[in-house]
């Protein structure tokens, strides 16, 4: 664990949880969020990272997977069903199975090692935007500022609360910033480089990304995710959002946003 005392400037950025158990990947990462503003705290093992995490309840967690004993995955899991705290992954290059499942669990960002630590404390300061309701960097996150409805689903980007039928919704960051791009823009179809870049920010990178969060989102707004209405596959193209499959009230009918809008 980190038990330097920061100066009080650093906690202006939020606080870190770094778990990582390499002490030299550890120490380099802490420095460079350290220098940005951020109050960090290391954990060195999945154990300690638990302990850490329910005593100091961090803005932010950034994750290595490969852990020893409680492995990252298991620590990313124990996490989400506590709280909705953003975690960023740290993986091994090619290690996509890893990735996949490290999405799959909740993850709403991912850094493959070797890695730059400048890109790391970016990424971190993206996420927590978002999670703030502050918006992400040009061309990510959502759009619109006014809430959103159709089909049984209500969505308020600056609240950042999300519901189905009246129930609250337990989505992650990127899960959310995705639900707000296909209401906002309802009968469209996007390819999946589209939404990496409008909803991720990124103008490349690993387009499974996507495939996983679109199976994540359906698994929790639609009557059978198996065979989806709302988020439907478009072949050759991507997907496409589409209120009129599902029934809508009067109120979601005069409050659905305009194709297109911003």
């Excluded at 954990?43 to 967690?61: E, M, Y």
């Excluded at 159709?150 to 919704?169: C, V």
């Excluded at 989505?171 to 959310?176: A, M, N, Q």
Aim: glycine share 10%; hydrophobic share 40%; net charge negative.
């Amino acid at each position: 664990m980190n038990s330097s005392a920061p100066h009080p400037q650093q906690a202006a950025g939020g606080r870190i949880l770094v778990v990582d158990d390499d002490p030299t990947v550890a120490e380099v990462v802490s420095g460079y969020l350290e220098r940005a503003g951020f109050l960090v705290e290391q954990a060195a093992d999945g154990v300690a990272a638990l302990h850490s995490a329910a005593r100091g309840r961090p803005d932010l967690v950034v994750l290595d997977l490969m852990l020893p004993g409680v492995d990252g995955f298991e620590v990313c899991r124990r996490l989400r069903a506590q709280r909705p705290v953003p975690v960023i992954m740290l993986t091994a290059r090619g290690d996509e199975d890893d990735r996949i499942a490290g999405l799959e669990l909740g993850a709403d960002d991912y850094v493959t090692k070797p890695f730059s630590p400048r890109e790391l404390v970016l990424r971190v300061e993206s996420v927590l935007r978002r999670s703030r309701g502050e918006g992400g960097e040009p061309g990510a996150g959502p759009t619109a500022t006014r809430p959103l409805r159709a089909a049984g689903l209500s969505l308020d980007p600056r609240t950042r609360r999300a519901e189905r039928d009246g129930q609250e919704l337990a989505l992650t960051l990127r899960e959310f910033d995705l639900l707000a791009h296909f209401l906002t823009h309802p009968g469209r179809a996007h390819t999946r480089e589209e939404l990496m870049r409008h909803v991720w920010g990124w103008e490349f990178g690993d387009l499974s990304t996507v495939t996983v969060h679109v199976r994540r989102l359906r698994g929790k707004i639609e009557q059978d995710p198996g065979q989806p209405r709302l988020i439907q596959t478009v072949w050759g193209v991507g997907y496409r959002f589409e209120p009129e499959a599902v029934p809508t009230t009067p109120e979601d009918t005069a409050q659905r946003p305009e194709a297109g809008a911003a």
